[in-house]
């Protein structure tokens, strides 16, 4: 566990380092544009909400959830986790317009655990890395428009960035404060991608299992992660979502399990595919996949 805070220039590289893992078709092979004309094709396909003979509750549907990473003004530096403000613009204008409604991860979870009802054709809209470009570009616009968001932090990181005055938003991530702001307003909810997991150092891929690892090195790991950014939430006064977002999509065939013993009931993977969720069905939601939305494409929703 890193308990110094490591500098600014570390920060930088790990940040634009785990993007260009999360694209390497090598790796989270879950973004490639092979997968992603795949799942269209099943989501197109896919089960239509249902409701219970003789009621009108939806017991079954389709939830599509977004994943955004960096906010930019300046075209030249759109990259396949970077898109324009503009065209972030012109994702919720098409979002309203399909009649979708963006909801947040706690409506999610009373659906799936209790029934509680979403409105028609919900959407999740999730930001990834918590960048300060949120803060300042994705925010107003979202408050404006009453919608929701989440915003997954990496905890050290939104430390580091508390403690400095360098905000350029090129690279910076948001501070304490203003995730505090935008998380009492109920426009984003600040999830955990991890106080110090979201690493490739020392073996470590993300939250996965490391190779030759024991099941309870494994599970003390995540423990003491997550120790880490509870203690973080609550001194920054943070709600403690359950929620949890697998750095780089990676995780392990005993995560899912671990993660709910420690108290998380929902966590967002970066496969892309449409979420059929069923009320009463609590598993689906550790397995919740997610739509990149690269720049020069057109909206992964019908
Ligand atoms: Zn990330």
Redo the contacts with the bound molecule.
Sequence with gaps: MRKTIPPLLVILLLLSA?CVR?LSPTLPAELGAASITAEQTAASTAAKPTAVPGTTAVQELRLPILMYHQLTTKPERTHELCITLELFKQDLDEIEKKGYTPVSMAQVIDFCEQGKPLPPKPIVLSF??GYESFYVYAYPLLKERKMHATL?V?GWVADRFSKVSDHRLKYSCCTWEQLREMAEDGTAEVLS?SWDL?TMEKGRNGAAQKKGESIEDYRAALAEDMEYMHKAFERAKLPDVPVFVY??GAFSPDSAEILRSLGIRAAFQCDSRVNILRAGDTDALMRLGRFNRPPGKPLPIE
């Design positions: 785990g999360d990834d890395d997954a990496i991608h979201h750095p780089y």
